[in-house]
């Protein structure tokens, strides 16, 4: 479990990965993102996307499930936002993963245990091409704080 | 349902309501983000957030079929990116409606049959607190493009 402390510029993490299929696509759209180039490869062959391709907050919300287990931050993977660039379209087949950097880390003036941690991360298929990149500011705690929240930690 | 020539600077969308429940932010976090303050009340009360509190990227999902649902653009909802900010965090007994607004539509120099439409949507619960702000910035087709994708298309 990783606290302020113990991250620096430039460490990166590597996560697992997660396979795109028609079928995942298709259910993830039919609640969130129900737009015909999300729900049907015919729909979608008339559309801009020319077949079907994943919702980008299915890609998203995938981002975060691999960064949650690739990054053990102790207090939990807290951010005020996130910056979401989909540079080409996610479609069955891809094979994803996430690889995380560390670009910032900023302690607090004002609050001793805490920081903020600038964070790159691209989502990438296993041709190499990149799905999505996320750009975010995570709230960091030190180990003294005493907050929980990481994927690893005892509930 | 809409095209580039039918949308200008000001107008305005409401979208239909999304509940929130202890049950549907515990099914998304086992799946998407799965962190103890997404999992468990009684683990989240250790944590910053001091109770159970939705992932964010459940309240981005659910905005985009809110917004889908509300704003019927012919060809669909396409953005390259997003630009979220979660200013509050969303709780179990949150009612979330979305609020789209159009800021700028910018007809493209190269390509007649389209252009960039940038929107700024809020996602908000019943009590007026805004839990989240969307900026991203759409393409959209003239309907001489021929171009289909929204969720009322014929598909």
Known sequence: ??????LKIGDRFISETYAITDEN??????????QPFHLSDTAAKESFFG??????WQVGSITMRLIAHSFPVASGIIGGGVDLRWLTPTRPGDILHVETEILEV???KSK??????KIHAKTINQHGETRQ???SSLLVFRASAGIK???????
Chains 1, 2 share one sequence.
């Open 51 to 56: 077949g079907l391709a994943a919702s980008g």
């Open 133 to 135: 990149t996320f750009d």
């Open 25 to 34: 696509i298709i259910a993830f759209a039919e609640h969130y993102d129900p």
């Open 149 to 155: 929240g990481g994927i690893f930690a005892p509930s």
């Open 112 to 117: 001793p245990d805490r920081g903020v941690v």
């Open 1 to 6: 479990m990783l606290y302020l402390d113990d």
């Open 106 to 108: 900023i302690p607090s």
